[in-house]
């Protein structure tokens, strides 16, 4: 019942032709709902909206694959916007039916197969999106997985990760020489570079060492992988093409886990703009990672003679990576000649002091002290350039530890080289041997683990690792460490050697004698079979593999003989050869304070005079 003053003024019925009541019609945005369902319009946008994605994947791949450029990516992905309208459009105007597709408004109602067609599209949907599911699942947790953030597990022999690597760890790839002549590897090896080199220098950064990500060279590994390889989150890979006097240089930085690109860009500059360019590259990085970049001193190569004297830089730079004794010597040359044209190139005068540290390290004409008193003469004058030379004072502190056994300027100077750039495992590992050296064996495992961490792919890290162990007396950690450098780099050497020494101590001569076979033949591989001889009771063979020793590798490696001696229960014999190390400065002095091998000279008056002379007695 209504009551009288709540009467509507006009009547809402709706009349009918004959004046009676007719049935409410939907409103005309329901009718447009229910035509787009009818024509099967929703179900061929999601199906195409779910194909185009499926489609994405792959290509992204196959274009990384091709190095097809950035924007190709956002082409296909453009073409695919704009198709999409059109395939709507398509699916209101036309209809399939048994003749084939015909306008939809040409079709009687009573012929219409709409329904047959939309169970066919649901089909295909379903279909579609479990290929996707799939293919998610697979991606989630077999294609992208990573390794957790992990310490250096000593038994197992895991890689730890960087503390930093889900947010702000990242690898600098070798760049690729995509000039006519193929024949510009040394500038775009030094580009590369020289850009990871000023990325490490931001603080907030984990930079992925050189040795690692070079390990990628050449190689065509998806991007995902070579990131959980190198535990970074972020790759940057790029391409070098210069002609005459002019350079393109194009970089991308790729988030690692997702394979997707961040940033990308080209520059064409001009070869005298070329530090300038890295700059820009590093800072653009940088900026992409919402990082704050400080300003930086660059000049640019106006003159013909420092661009000259730069190219001569990167040649050596190239050279000095190499690390074989000819690489070494053609460093050297490259450096020196650069800095006669440009006495001020800065890298030119680090990269000297690296050469002369290096050379004295090894078995390259001559012995430690000569070597590094050379390297601390280049470190002095890459000072003169710049007190804020990181590599100068790495090397000031390996000279004073290794040369003047002046332990105390040793720290300070690694100290101040890490304040200047710790992401620069190099340095770390210099660093860890001098504090295993002097006794500080917490100090020289963190280091070293810090060193692994970032140059995840360089056997020498991990054979170092292995060597303090050793030291520390953690045999078994030590075997894993040098397992797993042998592992990363099956030719580096030193490794079987350590291995061999473990056996021996364990009193299994038969499992050394395999372990030091298994060594290129070297001075070091004529010390392993000499012990092992010597352990097997082969008296003669023994013989002949120190007389061997002597006279191939004494003069540089005196104290790998001392070694064969002492354990043959040769004292003389053992401390002339020790003093012979100590005057040469033999870089395996490293072992000496602790080595289980010199243990029975340690009763004799003469040891303690030995560590007297090397500020080691305490």
């Not at 274009?63 to 450029?69: A, K, S, T």
């Not at 082409?75 to 704009?82: E, H, K, Q, T």
């Not at 191939?552 to 001696?565: C, D, I, Q, R, T």
């Given at each position: 019942?209504?009551?009288?003053?709540?009467?509507?003024?006009?009547?809402?019925?709706?009349?009918?032709?004959?004046?009676?009541?007719?049935?409410?019609?939907?409103?005309?945005?329901?009718?447009?709902?229910?035509?787009?369902?009818?024509?099967?319009?929703?179900?061929?946008?999601?199906?195409?909206?779910?194909?185009?994605?499926?489609?994405?994947?792959?290509?992204?791949?196959?274009?990384?694959?091709?190095?097809?450029?950035?924007?190709?990516?956002?082409?296909?992905?453009?073409?695919?916007?704009?198709?999409?309208?059109?395939?709507?459009?398509?699916?209101?105007?036309?209809?399939?039916?048994?003749?084939?597709?015909?306008?939809?408004?040409?079709?009687?109602?009573?012929?219409?197969?709409?329904?047959?067609?939309?169970?066919?599209?649901?089909?295909?949907?379903?279909?579609?999106?479990?290929?996707?599911?799939?293919?998610?699942?697979?991606?989630?947790?077999?294609?992208?997985?990573?390794?957790?953030?992990?310490?250096?597990?000593?038994?197992?022999?895991?890689?730890?990760?960087?503390?930093?690597?889900?947010?702000?760890?990242?690898?600098?790839?070798?760049?690729?020489?995509?000039?006519?002549?193929?024949?510009?590897?040394?500038?775009?090896?030094?580009?590369?570079?020289?850009?990871?080199?000023?990325?490490?220098?931001?603080?907030?950064?984990?930079?992925?060492?050189?040795?690692?990500?070079?390990?990628?060279?050449?190689?065509?590994?998806?991007?995902?992988?070579?990131?959980?390889?190198?535990?970074?989150?972020?790759?940057?890979?790029?391409?070098?093409?210069?002609?005459?006097?002019?350079?393109?240089?194009?970089?991308?930085?790729?988030?690692?886990?997702?394979?997707?690109h961040l940033w990308s860009d080209s520059y064409d500059r001009d070869y005298g703009d070329v530090l300038t360019l890295q700059d820009e590259i590093a800072t653009a990085i940088a900026r992409a990672l919402q990082l704050t970049v400080g300003a930086r001193d660059t000049r640019p190569l106006r003159d013909e003679h420092a661009a000259e004297a730069y190219t001569l830089y990167l040649h050596g730079r190239l050279a000095l990576d190499?690390?074989?004794?000819?690489?070494?010597?053609?460093?050297?040359?490259?450096?020196?000649?650069?800095?006669?044209?440009?006495?001020?190139?800065?890298?030119?005068?680090?990269?000297?002091?690296?050469?002369?540290?290096?050379?004295?390290?090894?078995?390259?004409?001559?012995?430690?002290?000569?070597?590094?008193?050379?390297?601390?003469?280049?470190?002095?004058?890459?000072?003169?350039?710049?007190?804020?030379?990181?590599?100068?004072?790495?090397?000031?502190?390996?000279?004073?530890?290794?040369?003047?056994?002046?332990?105390?300027?040793?720290?300070?100077?690694?100290?101040?080289?890490?304040?200047?750039?710790?992401?620069?495992?190099?340095?770390?590992?210099?660093?860890?041997?001098?504090?295993?050296?002097?006794?500080?064996?917490?100090?020289?495992?963190?280091?070293?683990?810090?060193?692994?961490?970032?140059?995840?792919?360089?056997g020498t890290t991990y054979q170092v690792l292995g060597m303090i162990h050793y030291l520390t007396g953690n045999f078994a950690a030590s075997a894993t460490a040098a397992r797993k450098s042998l592992t990363v780099n099956p030719k580096i050497e030193d490794s079987h050697f350590i291995l061999g020494r473990i056996q021996l101590l364990d009193g299994q001569p038969e499992a050394a004698l395999k372990e030091f076979a298994a060594d290129s033949p070297s001075g070091i591989h004529d010390a392993g079979l000499a012990l092992v001889s010597h352990a097997l009771g082969r008296k003669a063979e023994s013989d002949v593999a120190l007389a061997r020793l002597v006279d191939e590798a004494g003069k540089f490696w005196p104290y790998s003989v001392a070694l064969v001696h002492a354990?043959?229960?040769?004292?003389?014999?053992?401390?002339?050869?020790?003093?012979?190390?100590?005057?040469?400065?033999?870089?395996?002095?490293?072992?000496?304070?602790?080595?289980?091998?010199?243990?029975?000279?340690?009763?004799?008056?003469?040891?303690?005079?030995?560590?007297?002379?090397?500020?080691?007695?305490?």
């Amino acid at each position: 019942m209504t009551v009288e003053g709540d009467r509507p003024l006009v009547s809402t019925e709706v009349k009918g032709p004959e004046g009676g009541p007719r049935s409410p019609q939907p409103p005309v945005r329901f009718q447009w709902f229910e035509q787009l369902k009818q024509r099967n319009v929703f179900r061929v946008a999601a199906l195409y909206l779910v194909v185009c994605w499926l489609i994405l994947e792959p290509v992204h791949v196959v274009f990384h694959m091709l190095d097809v450029p950035v924007w190709a990516n956002r082409l296909v992905l453009m073409l695919m916007a704009v198709g999409f309208p059109a395939v709507v459009i398509f699916a209101w105007v036309y209809e399939v039916t048994p003749e084939g597709l015909k306008p939809t408004a040409e079709v009687p109602h009573g012929q219409s197969i709409r329904r047959l067609t939309g169970r066919r599209l649901d089909r295909a949907i379903i279909a579609v999106l479990a290929v996707a599911l799939a293919y998610f699942v697979v991606d989630k947790f077999w294609l992208s997985k990573r390794s957790a953030v992990s310490e250096f597990s000593t038994t197992a022999g895991a890689r730890p990760q960087p503390p930093l690597a889900a947010q702000r760890s990242i690898a600098v790839l070798p760049f690729v020489d995509l000039s006519e002549k193929q024949d510009q590897e040394y500038f775009a090896d030094g580009m590369a570079e020289e850009v990871l080199d000023i990325l490490a220098k931001i603080p907030p950064l984990t930079v992925i060492g050189r040795t690692s990500s070079f390990q990628f060279k050449g190689r065509r590994e998806d991007l995902r992988t070579i990131g959980e390889k190198l535990g970074a989150a972020y790759v940057v890979e790029g391409s070098v093409r210069k002609a005459g006097n002019r350079i393109r240089v194009t970089a991308q930085l790729i988030d690692a886990p997702s394979g997707s690109h961040l940033w990308s860009d080209s520059y064409d500059r001009d070869y005298g703009d070329v530090l300038t360019l890295q700059d820009e590259i590093a800072t653009a990085i940088a900026r992409a990672l919402q990082l704050t970049v400080g300003a930086r001193d660059t000049r640019p190569l106006r003159d013909e003679h420092a661009a000259e004297a730069y190219t001569l830089y990167l040649h050596g730079r190239l050279a000095l990576d190499t690390f074989s004794t000819s690489s070494l010597l053609e460093a050297q040359s490259a450096f020196q000649q650069a800095l006669q044209l440009d006495p001020t190139l800065l890298p030119a005068a680090e990269g000297l002091a690296l050469t002369y540290l290096n050379r004295g390290a090894g078995e390259s004409g001559i012995t430690g002290h000569e070597g590094w008193e050379q390297a601390r003469n280049a470190a002095k004058n890459a000072l003169q350039i710049t007190t804020n030379s990181a590599p100068a004072h790495g090397v000031l502190g390996f000279v004073a530890g290794m040369q003047d056994f002046d332990w105390k300027t040793a720290e300070t100077e690694f100290r101040t080289a890490l304040a200047l750039n710790p992401n620069d495992p190099d340095t770390l590992t210099n660093a860890a041997q001098i504090s295993a050296m002097f006794g500080d064996d917490e100090e020289a495992l963190r280091r070293i683990k810090a060193s692994v961490v970032l140059d995840p792919l360089n056997g020498t890290t991990y054979q170092v690792l292995g060597m303090i162990h050793y030291l520390t007396g953690n045999f078994a950690a030590s075997a894993t460490a040098a397992r797993k450098s042998l592992t990363v780099n099956p030719k580096i050497e030193d490794s079987h050697f350590i291995l061999g020494r473990i056996q021996l101590l364990d009193g299994q001569p038969e499992a050394a004698l395999k372990e030091f076979a298994a060594d290129s033949p070297s001075g070091i591989h004529d010390a392993g079979l000499a012990l092992v001889s010597h352990a097997l009771g082969r008296k003669a063979e023994s013989d002949v593999a120190l007389a061997r020793l002597v006279d191939e590798a004494g003069k540089f490696w005196p104290y790998s003989v001392a070694l064969v001696h002492a354990y043959r229960g040769e004292r003389d014999q053992a401390f002339e050869w020790l003093e012979k190390a100590r005057t040469t400065r033999d870089v395996d002095l490293f072992y000496v304070r602790k080595d289980p091998f010199l243990r029975p000279l340690h009763d004799d008056p003469r040891w303690a005079k030995l560590m007297k002379s090397m500020n080691l007695a305490n």
